[in-house]
C-alpha cells in the first residue's frame, strides 16, 4: 500500500497514525474511567503515570499527524456529497484536530500546576513542567481537562456516526478509504473487472472480424463433386 494519499484513498501512513490515536483515545477513556474509581492508595500512581504517558504519546501522534498532512495530498470528497456536508466534515476534522492538542495539554498544564511529582515518560525521561506551581489554578485545570475529553469523545462519536452514514446508507465508501488494507482489496476487485472486461471485448472483436459462412457459398463448394 503506498505511503502517501491520493485523490480517491487515504495512505498507509495517515491511515496508521488515524487509527493509533483511535486506539489511545479508547485506552485513555477507559484508564480514566477506571482511575477515578479506585482508591487513593500508593499503587494507584503506576495508572497515573500510565495515563500521563499515554497522553503525551497522543499529543506527539497529534503532532506528527498534522505535519504529515502538510506533505500529504487529502482524498477528494465522494462526488455525491453535498457542498454543506463538505465543509461540515472539513470543520469537524479541524475540532478534531483542535481537540487532540487540547486535551493532553491541560493535562499537562494540571499535572504541573499540582506539582504533586515528577512527569515521566513511561519512565524513560522525565518530562518538564509546562507551568510553574500554582494550587489555586488547579482546581480550574483539572475540570478543563476533564471537559476537553468529553468534549473530544462527542465530536468522535459524531465523526464516527457520519463515517457509518456515508458508508452504509450513502454508499460511497467514506469509511472504506480509511480502513487498512481496504485499496489493495479495491485495486485487485478493479483489476479482475477490467481484465475480464478486456477479454469479452476481445472476444466480440474476434467474433465480428470472422465473416460466417454463407449458403451460397456452401452450395458453390459442393457443386464440382455433385
Known amino acids: ?27 485513555q477513556g477507559a484508564l480514566g474511567l477506571v482511575m477515578v474509581g479506585l482508591p487513593k492508595k500508593p499503587f494507584i500512581l503506576a495508572f ?32 455525491s456529497t453535498p457542498h454543506w456536508q463538505a465543509l461540515g466534515a472539513r470543520a469537524g476534522h479541524a475540532l478534531l484536530y483542535l481537540l487532540l492538542f487540547a486535551v493532553p495539554l491541560s493535562g499537562w498544564w494540571f499535572d504541573s500546576l499540582a506539582a504533586l511529582r515528577p512527569l515521566y515518560f513511561f519512565g524513560l525521561f522525565e518530562i518538564p ?22 468534549l473530544l469523545v462527542a465530536v468522535a462519536l459524531g465523526h464516527a456516526a457520519m463515517a457509518f452514514v456515508h458508508q452504509f446508507i450513502c454508499k460511497d465508501s467514506t469509511l472504506s478509504r480509511m480502513l487498512p488494507g481496504r485499496r489493495t482489496l479495491a485495486t485487485s476487485a478493479a483489476t479482475r473487472m477490467s481484465e475480464s472486461t478486456s ?18 457459398a456452401g452450395s458453390a463448394r459442393r457443386k464440382p463433386g455433385a
Do not use: C
Request: proline share 9%; hydrophobic share 50%.
Open 1 to 27: 500500500m503506498p505511503l502517501k494519499s491520493d485523490l480517491q484513498h487515504w495512505g498507509s501512513v495517515a491511515k496508521t497514525l488515524h487509527w493509533l490515536v483511535v486506539l489511545l483515545i479508547l485506552v
Open 48 to 79: 497515573y503515570s500510565l495515563h500521563k504517558s499515554i497522553g503525551m504519546t497522543v499529543l506527539i501522534l497529534a503532532a506528527l499527524r498534522l505535519g504529515w498532512r502538510a506533505f500529504d495530498p487529502r482524498p477528494q470528497e465522494p462526488a
Open 129 to 150: 513542567p509546562l507551568a510553574t506551581p500554582n494550587p489555586g489554578m488547579k482546581a480550574f485545570a483539572r475540570g478543563a481537562h476533564e471537559w476537553l475529553f468529553w
Open 199 to 216: 477479454a469479452t471485448l476481445e472476444k466480440l472483436h474476434v467474433e465480428r472480424t470472422i465473416p460466417a459462412a454463407s449458403p451460397v
